[in-house]
C-alpha cells in the first residue's frame, strides 16, 4: 500500500478529532491530577462502527478489557471516556469494577446504551482510580466550557509536551469524507504498542470487518514502528469510530475506491506516530530509518526496528556523532537474513558505508546534518524488495531526569 499523495488529500488547517461529521469532544480537570485537564471524552451522534488494536503487554489493563467487552457485544460504539493521571493497571478486581462503573456513568451521562461506551485511562501503573473525582467529574461532561476539541487533546497527556491530533479530508463516491485523529505518547513507547493512546473518528460508512482488518494493517507500518525507549505498557490502544455521517457506499474491499479510504486512514495513523516519536520524553530530533533492499517486508521492519530502538544509536544522534558502526551493528543483530558484504548505511545526503565498508565522509558536514531536529538514516542491505520505515526520537540527559521521578 502506498501513501496517497498530497494532491489528493486536504490536510485541514485547525482540524481535530471532532471535525468530522456527527463527533463532538470535550476534556475537563476532574482532580486525578493536581491542576492539568485529565477527563476526556468523544461522542457521535450516531452509532458508530468501532475497530480496535491493543497493547501486547500481558499486564493489559482494566479499561482495555472494559472496551473489548463493549466493542465485541454488539460492535457498535458511541462514545469514549479517557482519563489522565492512573492508568488502573495491575489493580485486580477493584481496578476492573471502577473501569465498569466510569463506563456505566459515562453511557447514562450521554444517554446511550452501556455497551455502546469504551473506556481508556493512562497513568501510573498499580493505583486505584480517585472514583469520587471521577464521578464528579462526568456530571459535568454537558457544560459548555467543557466542549472543545483541543481541552480532549489536552486531557488525554500525561508527559507529553504538547498536544497531538490531525483532520484531512478527501472524496469517495463524490462524498467529502473527513477522517479525524488525537493521540498521546511520550514516553514507554515501543512496537508493539505501548503508553500510547490515539483515537480516529470517521464520518466514512465502512463495514466492520474490513475496518477492523484495515486498522490492523495500517497500526503495523504506523504505530507499531515507533519506538522511544524501548518499553511496552499495559494501558494503551488505537479505537477508530467510522459513523457513517458522510452517506458514501458502505466500503469494504469490493468497493472500487477502498483504497482511497485505506490511504487516508493511514495518512492519519502515520502523523500521529511520527508525533509521538517526536515527542518522546526529553527528545531534541525526530529520527526516521528507512530500509530498503531487504529479502521480506518483515525483514525490513526487523532492520528498521532494530537500527530505530537501540539506545547507542539514539545517544550518538543526541550529541550529533556520525557513528555508523553503532548502526551496523543494530542491523546485524536485527535477526534478518542479510549479506553483510552489500550494506549500505546514509545519514541524509552523506554516505558513510558501502558494501559493509567505511566510506570517507566530512566529520564536520556530518555532524552539522546530524544537528538538524529531524535526522533520516538510510540503509540498503541488498536488492531484495522488502522496505521499511520506523520513527523514534534520541535518548537525552532530559529522559532520565523525567523518568528518575515519575512518581514523584
Not at 446504551?113 to 493505583?127: D, K, W, Y
Request: proline share 3%; glycine share 10%; with cysteine.
Amino acid at each position: 500500500m502506498n501513501q496517497m499523495t498530497l494532491e489528493k488529500i486536504n490536510v485541514l488547517m485547525n482540524g481535530n478529532i471532532a471535525t468530522p461529521a456527527g463527533f463532538t469532544a470535550g476534556g475537563l480537570h476532574c482532580g486525578i491530577r493536581k491542576k492539568k485537564l485529565d477527563l476526556g471524552w468523544i461522542y457521535s451522534e450516531k452509532p458508530a462502527t468501532p475497530a480496535g488494536v491493543y497493547t501486547t503487554n500481558l499486564f493489559q489493563a482494566a479499561p482495555l478489557k472494559v472496551t473489548q467487552e463493549s466493542i465485541n457485544t454488539n460492535h457498535l460504539l458511541q462514545g469514549i471516556i479517557v482519563n489522565s493521571g492512573i492508568a488502573n493497571a495491575c489493580t485486580g478486581e477493584q481496578g476492573l469494577a471502577d473501569a465498569y462503573e466510569m463506563r456505566k456513568l459515562f453511557a447514562e451521562k450521554m444517554q446511550i446504551p452501556t455497551h455502546f461506551a469504551a473506556v481508556a485511562s493512562t497513568g501510573l501503573i498499580g493505583e486505584l482510580l480517585p472514583m469520587d473525582a471521577i464521578r464528579n467529574g462526568i456530571t459535568e461532561l454537558d457544560e459548555k466550557k467543557h466542549q472543545q476539541s483541543e481541552r480532549f487533546e489536552n486531557a488525554i497527556l500525561t508527559t507529553d509536551t504538547k498536544e497531538k491530533g490531525i483532520a484531512i479530508q478527501f472524496e469517495i463516491d463524490g462524498k467529502v469524507i473527513t477522517i479525524g485523529g488525537a493521540a498521546k505518547g511520550s514516553g514507554m513507547i515501543h512496537p508493539n504498542m505501548a503508553t500510547m493512546l490515539s483515537f480516529i473518528t470517521t464520518d466514512a460508512d465502512v463495514e466492520d470487518t474490513a475496518l477492523q482488518d484495515a486498522l490492523r494493517q495500517i497500526t503495523n507500518k504506523s504505530f507499531n514502528m515507533i519506538t522511544v525507549d524501548g518499553d511496552t505498557s499495559t494501558n494503551d490502544m488505537v479505537l477508530v469510530l467510522a459513523n457513517g455521517m458522510a452517506e458514501n457506499k458502505t466500503l469494504n474491499p469490493d468497493h472500487p475506491e477502498w483504497d482511497v479510504f485505506l490511504k487516508g486512514l493511514f495518512f492519519v495513523c502515520q502523523s500521529l506516530a511520527k508525533e509521538i516519536a517526536r515527542d518522546g520524553e526529553g527528545a531534541s530530533k525526530l529520527i526516521e530509518v528507512q530500509v530498503k533492499g531487504a529479502e521480506t517486508e518483515e525483514a525490513a521492519r526487523a532492520i528498521s526496528k532494530a537500527i530505530i530502538s537501540s539506545n547507542l544509536v539514539k545517544t550518538a544522534i543526541h550529541g550529533a556523532d556520525a557513528n555508523w558502526g553503532r548502526v551496523i551493528t543494530a542491523i546485524g543483530y536485527s535477526g534478518a537474513n542479510l549479506d553483510p558484504n552489500h550494506v549500505g548505511v546514509a545519514l541524509g545526503s552523506i554516505d558513510v558505508v558501502a558494501n559493509g565498508m567505511p566510506v570517507s565522509f566530512d566529520e564536520g558536514e556530518a555532524k552539522q546534518y546530524l544537528m538538524q531536529d529531524t535526522v533520516t538514516i538510510y540503509a540498503s542491505v541488498g536488492d531484495g524488495e522488502g522496505e521499511a520505515t520506523a520513527w523514534g526520537c534520541d535518548l537525552s540527559y532530559e529522559y532520565v531526569r523525567i523518568n528518575a521521578s515519575y512518581r514523584t
